[in-house]
């Protein structure tokens, strides 16, 4: 198993950033994709960003010219970089590692991110 440790979560003011930064425990994080999702309360989990091993990036349109995915193979480490926050924004952000599709898809514990004035 691939165990993921999040990190960056916390409490920020609308128009403010916030880097979030999961780590996953194993050498072999260069052949894994890697993704983003959050899940606000009373709302279903929703995919926020995604990169592959070769480094092809997918956003959700709500997050488009905000937010942008990055990996550092070299630290077995996603980044989600979060600009001009909004409220909404507001949820549980979840890390996913994905090995392949015949294989279990990994998941961190989450960590919150509230935007709020």
């Known amino acids: 198993q691939v165990q993921l440790v999040e990190s960056g979560g916390g409490l920020v003011q609308p128009g403010g950033s916030l880097r979030l930064s999961c780590a996953a425990s194993?050498?072999?994080?260069?052949?894994?994709?890697m993704g983003w999702y959050r899940q606000a309360p009373g709302k279903q989990r929703e995919l926020v960003a995604t990169?592959?091993?070769?480094?092809?990036?997918n956003y959700a349109d709500s997050v488009k010219g905000r937010f942008a995915i990055s990996r550092d193979n070299a630290k077995n480490t996603v980044y989600l970089q979060m600009n001009s926050l909004k409220s909404e924004d507001t949820a549980v952000y979840y890390c996913?590692?994905?090995?392949?599709?015949?294989?279990?898809?990994?998941w961190g514990q989450g960590t919150q991110v509230t935007v709020s004035s």
């Open positions: 990169i592959t091993s070769s480094g092809i990036i």
């Open positions: 194993r050498n072999i994080f260069s052949f894994y994709a």
């Open positions: 996913k590692a994905d090995p392949g599709p015949d294989d279990y898809d990994y």
